[in-house]
């Protein structure tokens, strides 16, 4: 991963730059041009509307060059955050190595968080959107956004960055997959990272899990298949609670690494729907040639009559729920194209409702 830089080296050779629409290339002294009823350069071109089924380029950027934040916002509208896509499509590849929606790529399932912060990203409570992750390039970084949900979209944003970055060849391009399984199956591992082949870092997962049952959902365990491994994988985790860093089952809490940003239920007693998330910043996950990471679906459905650890492992059960991710890792490029996105009416079935008020 490209390093920050440090706050006092003033002999970096690096050009900082931003896009907006207030200044749609980047281009120096080429900011802030249109007029408002202000004047010229008085806020003229803040926001734009974006309609259903509209296809736009945020930015397309000549590298070498790092993408160091991103930020945005919209209403708080579930439907237009898991039915909005961003793609980035890095050095020139036809297909994108990012494809996710709105919502998830800013670190949040479901299209509903408060207001929260990790290492990768940061909301506000009125939804202002930021990812922190670095995002190294060589040639070209294009980024679009694409409107797939049924209503119109206001969109801010702004894509802070630098130019003159000396990366190698095989430096890792951030790459995000979106996947989501209504209702999952039985006895079959939930895909975070389906086989994918090259040199890898695992980054981590935004997950998203509304039960479909009241019972207990998340004995499952995270399990992460390295290079050679085959019937058994090497990384193997102890459940699902356990995985996002929580126990006793998903806590309101959203920490640097690991955590919970929202959960729909206050009342812990109740199986809701829940957006978790874990980073292996400190704990990397790595693999020379390939990686698979999934997490089982168990659930424990206690009797009351539990007097041993016999007695618990005869509670667990094989179930089924509603599972999504969005899943970041890093990949040099040229990569495999991503697995396909669940389509707008796939995404956007059966979000939880609003909170009663």
């Given at each position: 991963?490209?390093?920050?830089?440090?706050?006092?080296?003033?002999?970096?050779?690096?050009?900082?730059?931003?896009?907006?629409?207030?200044?749609?290339?980047?281009?120096?002294?080429?900011?802030?041009?249109?007029?408002?009823?202000?004047?010229p350069?008085?806020?003229?071109?803040?926001?734009?509307?974006?309609?259903?089924?509209?296809?736009?380029?945020?930015?397309?950027?000549?590298?070498?060059?790092?993408?160091?934040?991103?930020?945005?916002?919209?209403?708080?509208?579930?439907?237009?955050?898991r039915?909005?896509?961003?793609?980035?499509?890095?050095?020139?590849?036809s297909?994108?190595?990012?494809?996710?929606?709105l919502?998830?790529?800013?670190?949040?399932?479901?299209?509903?968080?408060?207001?929260?912060?990790?290492?990768?990203?940061?909301?506000?409570?009125?939804?202002?959107?930021?990812?922190?992750?670095?995002m190294?390039f060589?040639?070209?970084?294009?980024?679009?956004?694409?409107?797939?949900?049924?209503?119109?979209?206001?969109?801010?944003?702004?894509?802070?960055?630098?130019l003159?970055?000396?990366?190698?060849?095989?430096?890792?391009?951030?790459h995000?997959?979106?996947?989501?399984?209504?209702?999952?199956?039985?006895?079959?591992?939930?895909?975070?990272?389906?086989?994918?082949?090259?040199?890898?870092?695992?980054?981590?997962s935004?997950?998203?899990?509304?039960?479909?049952?009241?019972?207990?959902?998340?004995?499952?365990?995270?399990?992460?298949?390295?290079?050679?491994?085959?019937?058994?994988?090497t990384?193997?985790?102890?459940?699902?609670?356990?995985?996002?860093?929580?126990?006793?089952?998903?806590?309101a809490?959203?920490?640097?690494?690991?955590?919970?940003?929202?959960?729909e239920?206050?009342d812990?007693?109740?199986?809701?729907?829940?957006?978790?998330?874990?980073?292996?910043?400190?704990?990397?996950?790595?693999?020379?040639?390939?990686?698979?990471?999934?997490?089982?679906?168990?659930?424990?459905?206690?009797?009351?009559?539990?007097?041993?650890?016999?007695?618990?492992?005869?509670?667990?059960?094989?179930?089924?729920?509603?599972?999504?991710?969005a899943?970041?890792?890093?990949?040099?490029?040229?990569?495999?194209p991503?697995p396909?996105?669940?389509?707008?009416?796939?995404?956007?079935?059966?979000?939880?409702p609003?909170?009663?008020?």
């Open positions: 991963m490209t390093s920050p830089l440090q706050p006092y080296d003033l002999g970096v050779k690096l050009v900082t730059r931003s896009i907006s629409f207030e200044n749609p290339t980047g281009a120096p002294g080429a900011g802030g041009q249109a007029a408002s009823p202000l004047g350069g008085r806020k003229g071109s803040a926001v734009r509307h974006v309609h259903p089924g509209e296809t736009i380029e945020l930015a397309n950027i000549a590298g070498p060059g790092t993408i160091r934040h991103i930020w945005a916002t919209t209403h708080a509208q579930p439907e237009m955050l039915g909005c896509l961003v793609r980035i499509f890095w050095d020139d590849q297909h994108p190595s990012v494809e996710a929606p919502g998830d790529f800013f670190g949040f399932a479901h299209g509903r968080t408060g207001a929260f912060q990790s290492c990768a990203h940061s909301v506000g409570g009125a939804l202002g959107m930021n990812i922190w992750l670095p190294p060589l040639r070209r970084a294009r980024i679009e956004l694409c409107n797939e949900a049924p209503l119109r979209l206001p969109f801010f944003y702004q894509v802070d960055y630098t003159g970055d000396a990366h190698a060849d095989d430096v890792g391009r951030l995000v997959l979106f996947r989501r399984e209504n209702p999952t199956t039985i006895g079959r591992d939930f895909d975070l990272l389906p086989l994918r082949r090259g040199r890898i870092r695992f980054l981590g935004v997950i998203g899990v509304r039960p479909l049952d009241p019972r207990w959902w998340g004995e499952g365990e995270m399990k992460a298949w390295i290079d050679g491994d085959d019937r058994h994988a990384i193997v985790g102890t459940g699902t609670e356990d995985y996002v860093g929580l126990s006793w089952g998903i806590q809490n959203a920490f640097l690494y690991h955590g919970a940003n929202w959960r239920h206050d812990a007693t109740k199986t809701g729907a829940v957006s978790i998330y874990r980073w292996h910043m400190a704990d990397p996950l790595l693999c020379e040639r390939q990686m698979r990471v999934s997490i089982q679906q168990i659930g424990h459905s206690p009797t009351g009559n539990a007097r041993s650890i016999a007695d618990y492992m005869a509670e667990l059960y094989e179930r089924q729920d509603d599972w999504s991710c899943t970041f890792w890093y990949q040099a490029t040229p990569s495999d991503l396909a996105i669940p389509d707008a009416a796939q995404r956007l079935r059966d979000l939880p609003a909170p009663a008020t």
